[in-house]
């Protein structure tokens, strides 16, 4: 019963800005790494960005310095601000999610993806 529900994506002009999240729910026990992925037109999926429990966060090249992860630990939550948005950010968006449930082993799960366009 383990689900992560996302949030945030929309159209938007280049140079602009959207922040997505992602939460989750359910029987959970912890949750651990979580990340963005995102999947352009004809492309395949590719990851965006970690974060560790401790908050430490990872970029892919192409995003660093203009999208930041973050996470509320407490509403089981993570963030990924997006500024200075670019055509070629324009993709469907994935929250993934190392879990543990309670009284289960640590498991991956994926939100249902949330659609960022950006467009002139």
């Known amino acids: 019963q383990v689900q992560l529900v996302e949030s945030g994506g929309g159209l938007v002009q280049p140079g602009g800005s959207l922040r997505l999240s992602c939460a989750a729910s359910?029987?959970?026990?912890?949750?651990?790494?979580m990340g963005w992925y995102r999947q352009a037109p004809g492309k395949q999926r590719e990851l965006v960005a970690t974060?560790?429990?401790?908050?430490?966060?990872n970029y892919v090249e192409a995003v660093k310095g203009r999208f930041t992860i973050s996470r509320d630990n407490a509403k089981n939550t993570v963030y990924l601000q997006m500024n200075s948005l670019k055509s070629e950010d324009t993709a469907v968006y994935y929250c993934?999610?190392?879990?543990?449930?309670?009284?289960?082993?640590?498991?991956?799960?994926w939100g249902q993806g949330t659609q960022v366009t950006v467009s002139s």
């Open positions: 993934y999610a190392l879990i543990t449930p309670r009284g289960r082993a640590l498991t991956g799960y």
């Open positions: 359910g029987s959970i026990f912890s949750v651990n790494d």
């Open positions: 974060i560790s429990s401790g908050g430490s966060p």
